[in-house]
């Protein structure tokens, strides 16, 4: 059993930054690839970043060069710093390992 609870999401103007973070319990942490996914109202979950069990990261073309993903083993926590952040990149944002998903953090951003 895996649970997963992001925080850090709210609203900020284009431009600004903000940091989400997804802490995980249950199985052990380090041993897997996590991602974090966003779904914007009306439009399908989508990919944002993955990060492997070796530190490997990939980005959709949509949020590279902005956003940074990164993971805490000792912490058991998953974090995604964003910056210059665009109103397209409203969503919620979903923390993801396996099979299993977090409830998601809503990021709003305002033009």
């Known amino acids: 059993q895996v649970q997963l609870l992001e925080s850090g999401g709210g609203l900020v103007q284009a431009g600004g930054s903000l940091r989400l973070s997804c802490a995980a319990s249950g199985r052990t942490f380090s041993s897997y690839a996590m991602g974090w996914f966003r779904q914007a109202p009306g439009k399908e979950r989508e990919l944002v970043a993955t990060?492997?069990?070796?530190?490997?990261?990939t980005y959709a073309d949509s949020v590279k060069g902005r956003f940074t993903i990164s993971r805490d083993n000792a912490k058991k926590t998953l974090y995604l710093q964003m910056n210059s952040l665009k109103p397209e990149d409203t969503a919620v944002y979903y923390c993801?390992?396996?099979?299993?998903w977090g409830q998601g953090t809503q990021v709003i951003v305002s033009s």
């Open positions: 990060i492997s069990s070796g530190f490997t990261t």
């Open positions: 993801n390992v396996g099979n299993y």
